[in-house]
């Protein structure tokens, strides 16, 4: 059957769920407001990107890193923090200072706003039961939506920030934070910190090291990681959400007329959301089977319990690890900034913050919530498909079942 009868975004919509194109993937996700907020407040931008709106996001780390180097104003938060207060009215360039505190602001508030904003737009996309094309093709790129792990998102925005976006289809934004990292680095001569740190000569990586660009560092680190696993998590929900509302238009299309003869068998199997789900359709058309007798039906998610990770297999869209990426944040900082002035300098420092601050993080988050939790989210079935085929077609159609990754099946009696 011409599978463009069931073309899930042929009309426009007026409230988009989410956009797919070669640059990147993203999507109208309800968000917390103050968890971007938070991020605002944790460096200008990133608050913007967490929700998505990408372009205010560069605009605004952009301007983050010339408006706060010209104010030396890192340099003077680090000895306001290990009380060198004198030095740090001497360095601080107020002309510069005093243009950096509206937009600060704006930032923390505008991000609240759209994260409140986004929240409306996406009722209104579900209302409307807006349409997403699932892949762009173009002369530079092929993107596909499809499921991914988050956790191999942050793992390998751990390595390097910005591997974990290109993992996650999201090529302008992986691109951005790779640079930016890069540029950052090079300025606040981390790579060498980091190399002396490690071979235990703490005085010349405290020496070498340019303060001003290194505490840039820590909140763009832990963002990174943070970023790369939510981004993956939601395109898993988008590739959920469009695959439902593929299955529920083609049943409308077909009819899904009911037969029961002598000859024939049913069969029900169930599926994890993912392209397979599609293809094994596909192959069970081509084998002779009648379209309206194929019936594909998704479930509706009735597990509430908050998972500490999520995973490709099943995707809730909450977790607990807001809480703890906030703590590693927070820590790292203050880990880098008095590494200056303890032993083991910055980078060790810095590190032991990012992992102290991200388990006392989870564990506040953990105690406030107060819900049963799972460390991991658990596979379950989310579509079932209903087929009803002639008796010769039955080990075919259960071969064609295996091999496109049916998480099991049935024969009716």
């Keep these: 059957m011409p599978h463009q009868k069931f073309e899930s975004a042929n009309i426009k919509p007026r409230y988009s769920k989410g956009e797919i194109s070669v640059w990147g993937i ?50 003077a938060i680090a000895f306001s923090f290990i009380g060198r207060f004198e030095e740090a009215k001497a360095i601080i360039n107020m002309d510069w200072a005093m243009l950096y505190i509206a937009v600060y602001i704006y930032s923390i508030w505008d991000s609240y706003r759209c994260a409140v904003e986004i929240k409306k737009a996406h009722l209104l996309s579900e209302i409307e039961d807006a349409p997403v094309t699932p892949s762009d093709v173009n002369y530079f790129d092929i993107n596909v939506l499809d499921k991914k792990n988050p956790l191999v998102g942050s793992i390998w925005s751990f390595f390097t920030p910005g591997l974990g976006q290109l993992y996650g289809s999201n090529t302008l934004v992986g691109t951005f934070i790779l640079a930016w990292w890069i540029f950052v680095c090079y300025k606040a001569m981390a790579v060498r910190t980091w190399l002396y740190s490690f071979l235990g000569e703490f005085d010349k990586a405290t020496e070498i090291v340019d303060w001003q660009w290194f505490l840039f560092l820590p909140s763009m680190y832990a963002f990174s990681i943070y970023q790369a696993y939510v981004a993956v998590t939601e395109n898993n929900t988008l590739f959920d959400i469009e695959q439902i509302r593929y299955l529920r238009v083609r049943a409308e299309n077909l009819g899904q007329l009911s037969k029961n003869e002598n000859n024939t068998v049913q069969i029900i199997a169930t599926f994890d959301h993912s392209s397979f789900v599609e293809i094994a359709i596909h192959d069970m058309e081509k084998m002779g089977i009648p379209p309206e007798d194929i019936i594909a039906l998704p479930l509706e998610n009735l597990d509430s319990q908050t998972h500490i990770i999520d995973s490709i297999h099943r995707v809730d869209g ?17 880990g880098g900034i008095y590494g200056f002035v303890w032993h083991w300098g910055p980078i060790i420092w810095g ?26 989210s658990t596979r379950k079935s989310e579509v079932i498909i209903d087929i009803t085929c002639n008796t010769s077609l039955q080990n075919q159609l259960i071969k064609v079942l295996k091999s496109r990754r049916a998480t099991g099946f049935v024969i009716m009696p």
Excluded: C, Q
């Design 26 to 75: 993203n999507s109208v996700y309800p968000r917390t407001p103050w968890i971007s907020a938070w991020w605002s407040a944790a460096f200008p931008g990133f608050g913007h990107m967490f929700l998505g709106k990408y372009l205010h996001g560069f605009i605004l780390i952009i301007w983050e890193l010339v408006v706060n180097n010209l104010s030396h104003l890192n340099m």
């Design 318 to 334: 909450t977790s607990v690890l807001d809480g703890a990426m906030m703590g590693a944040t927070i820590f790292s900082v203050l």
């Design 351 to 376: 590190l032991i913050g990012l992992i102290g601050g991200f388990i006392l993080g989870l564990i506040i988050e953990l105690v406030i919530t107060k819900k049963k939790l799972k460390v991991f």
